[in-house]
């Protein structure tokens, strides 16, 4: 079969990689009005979780002067939607983050852990996500985050085994980057068929959005059963954050994703706690 300069470029174009390169180019190039405070750490950067024996690329690692962004991009007709459901009695800007953290202090000390934080931009949380065609025994989007969560553990691991690494604290935030459309669904529980499972198209609201939390338990998370006082509890302590953003409002995130900060009911940083 002949391959003429337009096949082959829709071969290319078919795959993500030309997405991860615009995305670097932006975080290089982009002034500190576009983009804040990120810059670029690696590309294609590989990982090793031997405890979870698993290994990958992570596309893309970023950092801030308050995060480590680990960057997965995945490119999709522009066209295609992707539906977060959306309970209209949830909040609708939310700031809550449950992250990874690790940390190395000057004397050597280190410690790694998941705790829960504050950061801007809001936005919606999603715990599903609908993307039409793909099975429900098989979603996409959980798939790509559990993946990417792996590769944090490997990285916080990693960060805490270099030798002449200066010593601080990490906090690392998972961001999928997607040309996708991103739409929240917003309904009221009680609006649902229970026959069917549906909703009337009266009793569903649609939004565009530019970025969502998408948060739920993609991987197991070690915490310490010990402490466990409700069985709700499990489920609440290890579900996980990762955030869904939209290509085209990708240096308007960047440039709003600062301030990180504790919840209100906690008085010092999770490091100082537990190292």
Known sequence: ???????????????????????????????????????????????????????????????????????????????????????????????????????????????TGFDKFLHRPGSYVANFCVVDGQAKEKPMLERVAGNLFYSVEALAAQYMSLPNLQGGASVFLPIIITTAQLYVCKYDNKEIDPVSGTLQLDHAQFETVPFIRFHKVFTNTDIDLDSIERFSEIEERQSQTVIVVQAGSLAR???????????????????????
Request: aromatic share 12%; with cysteine.
């Open 253 to 275: 995130f960047l440039s709003e994703c600062k301030d990180l900060r504790l919840p209100r009911h906690v008085h010092r940083w999770p490091w100082h706690k537990q190292v």
């Open 1 to 111: 079969m002949a391959y003429n300069n337009r096949k082959l470029l829709d071969i290319v174009n078919g795959q993500g990689y030309l997405l991860q390169e615009a995305v670097e180019h932006l975080v290089r190039r982009g002034d500190r009005q576009q983009v804040g405070a990120w810059s670029m750490v690696s590309r294609e950067h590989y990982w090793e979780h031997a405890n979870r024996q698993q290994s990958g690329y992570v596309d893309l690692i970023i950092d801030s002067d308050e995060f480590v962004g680990v960057v997965e991009c995945k490119r999709y007709a522009q066209e295609t939607p992707w539906i977060f459901l959306c309970p209209k009695s949830a909040p609708p800007e939310m700031g809550y983050s449950s992250l990874h953290w690790a940390y190395r202090s000057q004397h050597d000390d280190i410690g």
